[in-house]
């Protein structure tokens, strides 16, 4: 990317700088990828007994209150800081100091709440900035602003994004529908002010055992890994290419809040429906979506997929479906009458 830039403002315009050319400037120039090391999360002892109790636990609820895709919800925190650098670089083979380029916010923290449900729907993330009082910065569309003395999840913030997120979901505000809420078992989760919260929703907490999240939490597993990468994509973007300011001493300053919080909404949009979904799978927290589901617009894809929508139309004018079981006597009165053909 550098080499790109530079090539740019030398006027060379036809300088790829591929992989084979990014090599062998490694190699003349002696130098290599060089990485931080860090220590996996080790799992208990009786995990599997852990891994399979929780899954009945989750699969179980969802059978007998009939719970469906989009009333399943993940949530996690990231904490993410205001440089976002790769912990690989190219340097001097041997080097015993390996250097990135950063503004030096690489320790200045905030944490991003994010949520997704097993349908693949995204509820819009939370962000909680380390200061007493929320910047005032223009914010995008499509983000929550919070701020404390941390810049982390505390039992205020968990009642807020309850309140001010989740609550709001689609067919969550008149709590209706039963649900499910699944996250780890962090202090700020589990206190008795926030479980009475989420009973009031008619939502089932299930609260993922220590030391299991990489196992069990379906963000964790596919799905903050490939937002964080987004953001870093964006990051080295503006480290590139975008417009600095500098104090005094000549010093870079970091990115503004609101343009942060602009790349965590782009990175969470960017996340696909597929990938959320595939998440849940992996998980082993659903298999099938559609097989307990009597929403009226899965019904529909199925019927489109037998080409008989056509032929219902009249009867779903008349009378919306509110079962599957009713949609197939419709499906039983059109045969009688000898105008239904299934292929």
């Not at 891994?51 to 007998?64: D, G, P």
């Not at 001097?92 to 944490?111: H, I, M, P, Y």
């Amino acid at each position: 990317m550098k080499a790109t830039a530079l090539a740019s403002e030398l006027n060379i315009n036809d300088f790829k700088g591929g992989p084979s050319w990014c090599f062998r400037f490694m190699k003349r120039r002696n130098l290599s990828i060089r990485t931080q090391t860090t220590v996996s999360q080790q799992l208990p002892k009786d995990y599997k007994e852990k891994l399979a109790t929780f899954r009945a636990y989750c699969k179980n609820n969802i059978t007998e209150k009939k719970i469906r895709p989009e009333h399943i919800t993940n949530m996690d925190e990231v904490p993410l800081t205001f440089d976002i650098p790769v912990n690989r670089t190219v340097d001097k083979t041997g080097a015993c100091t390996v250097n990135v380029r950063t503004t030096g916010n690489e320790k200045s923290s905030f944490t991003v709440v994010l949520a997704c449900q097993a349908n693949g729907h995204k509820l819009p993330p939370m962000v909680i900035f380390k200061r007493k009082t929320l910047p005032k910065e223009n914010f995008p569309a499509g983000v929550v602003i919070k701020a404390n003395s941390k810049g982390w999840m505390d039992e205020e913030k968990m009642s807020e994004w309850l309140r001010e997120i989740y609550v709001k979901r689609p067919g969550g505000f008149f709590h209706t529908a039963p649900s499910l809420l699944i996250y780890d078992s962090m202090r700020s989760h589990i206190t008795d002010g926030v479980k009475k919260q989420v009973k009031h929703t008619n939502s089932i907490l299930a609260v993922i055992p220590g030391g299991l999240t990489k196992e069990l939490q379906p963000l964790d597993i596919g799905v903050n890994r490939a937002f964080k990468a987004r953001l870093r994509t964006a990051w080295e973007q503006w480290m590139t290419e975008g417009e600095h300011t500098f104090t005094k001493t000549g010093r870079q300053r970091r990115t503004t809040y609101a343009t942060i919080c602009q790349w965590i909404v782009n990175a969470w949009a960017d996340i696909s429906v597929s990938t959320v979904v595939r998440a849940f799978r992996k998980a082993g927290i659903v298999t099938e979506l559609l097989d307990n589901s009597s929403d009226t617009d899965s019904i529909i894809k199925r019927l489109l997929h037998h080409r008989i929508l056509t032929v219902l139309v009249p009867f779903l004018s008349v009378a919306p479906l509110n079962s599957l079981d009713s949609l197939w006597s419709s499906v039983a009165v059109v045969s009688s009458r000898n105008v239904l053909m299934l292929h």
